[in-house]
């Protein structure tokens, strides 16, 4: 199911919605539940549509280990690829004329080529989470979560009724301590990144 290569018409079929119901799925890495808002935004701008469900989806905690076909009928070769982060197979002619970084070794580029320091990074992330912090308080997301909730392996059901990624604690100072482990003298953590 998490790696369903059509989830957006699994998901429909798992809601109920109807065999009738299209469902399009949107593969954009970090980008594709933004685009999907775009795209259903403009679909109904054009008068092609009158209601859209559009979403995002991302368990990087379930991304597989793969293991690519043998190239030959008894091959020896036992390569593994993590998918949490990066390509699962690289394509050797897109990676010689264009490379195949990852989201974040993508980040570390940009910084570079921009003189985009850490310490402005780390100043961005926090100015961000801080921002996050008093929209909270006002109670802006709640407005725009549903909440779902979802039975246990063990005990009474759990409701997810906020977004788990802000960290209203988070400071300038919290954010120099973490590790850049993308490149060798690197900017981008785990708390600038996104």
């Not at 949107?26 to 701008?45: E, F, K, P, Q, T």
């Not at 039975?151 to 977004?163: E, S």
Request: with cysteine.
């Amino acid at each position: 199911g998490e790696d369903n290569r059509n989830v957006a018409r699994m998901a429909v079929l798992l809601a109920n919605l109807g065999e009738s119901i299209t469902g399009v799925t949107v593969n954009r890495l970090c980008g594709s539940g933004m685009d999907a808002l775009l795209i259903a935004a403009r679909a109904i701008r054009a008068g092609e549509a009158d209601l859209l469900i559009a979403g995002g989806v991302e368990s990087m905690s379930r991304a597989p280990f793969v293991m690519p076909k043998a190239d030959t009928g008894f091959s020896r070769k036992a390569e593994i690829f993590d998918t949490t982060i990066g390509w699962r197979f690289v394509n050797g002619l897109m990676n010689e004329r264009f490379g195949t970084d990852s989201m974040p070794e993508t980040a570390e580029n940009v910084a570079a080529e921009f003189a985009i320091s850490r310490e402005d990074q780390d100043a961005f992330a926090a100015r961000s989470q801080a921002r996050c912090a008093r929209a909270t308080e006002r109670g802006i997301p709640a407005r725009e979560i549903a909440p779902l909730t979802l039975p246990a392996r063990r005990g009474d059901p759990v409701t997810v009724a906020v977004d788990e990624h802000p960290r209203a604690d988070t400071t300038i100072a919290s954010l120099s301590r973490l590790k850049a482990p993308f490149r060798v003298n690197g900017t981008v953590t785990a708390g600038n990144a996104s």
